[in-house]
């Protein structure tokens, strides 16, 4: 495993994380609290040393099995968490989005909480939790300054919702020097991670980046096929089924960056985004063991050649040579989708 840093903050990331939000949720099938914190700790066991999670996840119980999973092992590892919605008074209607508060004094409420749920006296990622562009404000700024300041916690970060906002929220927490910006970005969907590269390279900014949804909800680690049948409880499957065929055709163009032996689809993934020096570390979906095992690898598999990289570039700018699309237009919106008419972007693109 391979090391790197979030922006200018010190704080160390394995190249690979663990993104919680499959431990203490259902989103992505049941698992019982010990199954959920033995894979956390076999994720350490592999070199994984970056956990992510929310306190919304599980209303709660993400965070609470994290601290769980990591009692004894606080020093190996880094602890990324995110606050700002609302689940103490408002109960979880199926998938859909709770109400946000980013207000000085609910964040502040909200930022104890995590600590307690943890079992942790510091965070060293705090991250607001899909924060529109006008909710941060002077106050909330301030709030976060104080937290770093006072040792409590080490890097600050803004985590993007694929269908809340992304464009401007990002920018902004890019100008602003934020030490990392979470999003969804994969081989499937470059457009988002592409723009924020270029902001990157535009202000001189060392803020860091931090790609979730590497494997595009399973389909470029070959988990969900055209013909999978899904759980009622995983949220994949209330997807249209063109998102499953076209993501399967567009698989199929990708399989020049398969190494017999050297490197999976699944790890070339991985590898695709770790090929951009801004990434600090990559958190995919892990379900099993096995998929730790293998992910965790990534990180020393060779990485993509700049030719490999270049040809990914021709597929996805000519869309792959594939007619139609993935059927996924309307979960797609950047706060209304305003700015990403304004930035000439591709609403299909944007976002999933």
Known sequence: MHYRTLGTSGVEASEIGFGAWVVGSDWWGDRSDEAAIEMVRHAIDRGITYFDTGDVYGHGDSERLVGRALEGRRE???????????????????????PKEMHREYLEDAFERSLDRLGVERIDHLQLHNANADEIDADVLEFLDELREGDRVDAIG??????????????????????????????LEQDVGNHFLETIERTGSETSLVPRVPHSSGLLNEQVRPDTELSEGDHRAYRPDAWYETGWEKLERLRFLERDGDRTMAQAALQYLLYHDAVATVTPTFRTRDDIDEWAAASDVPPLSDEEYERVRELYAADFGIEGDDGMDALRSSVGGEDIDAAGLDKESAGS
């Open 158 to 187: 803004l985590a993007l919702g694929p269908s809340i906002g992304w464009l401007a929220e990002g920018d902004m927490a890019i100008e602003r020097e934020f030490d990392a910006v979470q999003l969804v970005w994969n081989l």
């Open 76 to 98: 190996e590892v880094t602890i990324a968490t995110k606050i700002g919605y609302d689940f103490y008074d408002n109960p979880q209607a199926g998938h859909g989005e709770l």
